[in-house]
């Protein structure tokens, strides 16, 4: 049995993700603006990731969420739609979640949160 006891909820979230063949937990590798983001450790070919998600979990952003408009691979750069609240400029070392396009991260993140509604009471608290 796995243990769960000491797992943040990012923990949880990124388990959902692996076992969903959904997720990749990276950082960012150089400073962009607020729609431009870099990891040259992503090694897909150009427009690979278009329609992804992009959560940030760290920095000024931390929290965002947004949607891959275009991916350039000689740069590892990430262009990012600027829909909804302004993003600060996108710093080097900022931890974010890229999810695969059927799985919004809103959609996970409720339903993590209707899990913990349903075991409380019923679980050790």
Partial sequence: MAVLAGRTREDIEVAIG????AISPSVTTGT????EMF????VESND??????VSFKSGANDGSIRRVKDFDATLGKLTISPTGTALSAIA??????LWAEKYQ??????????????????AFD
């Fill in 18 to 21: 692996d076992n969903l063949n």
């Fill in 32 to 35: 962009g603006n607020a729609e």
């Fill in 39 to 42: 990891d040259t450790t992503l």
């Fill in 48 to 53: 690979n990731h278009r329609g992804k998600w």
């Fill in 92 to 97: 080097s070392g900022v931890t974010y979640h």
């Fill in 105 to 122: 991260p809103e959609r996970v993140d409720r339903a993590i949160n209707s899990a913990i509604v349903d075991i409380t009471g019923r």
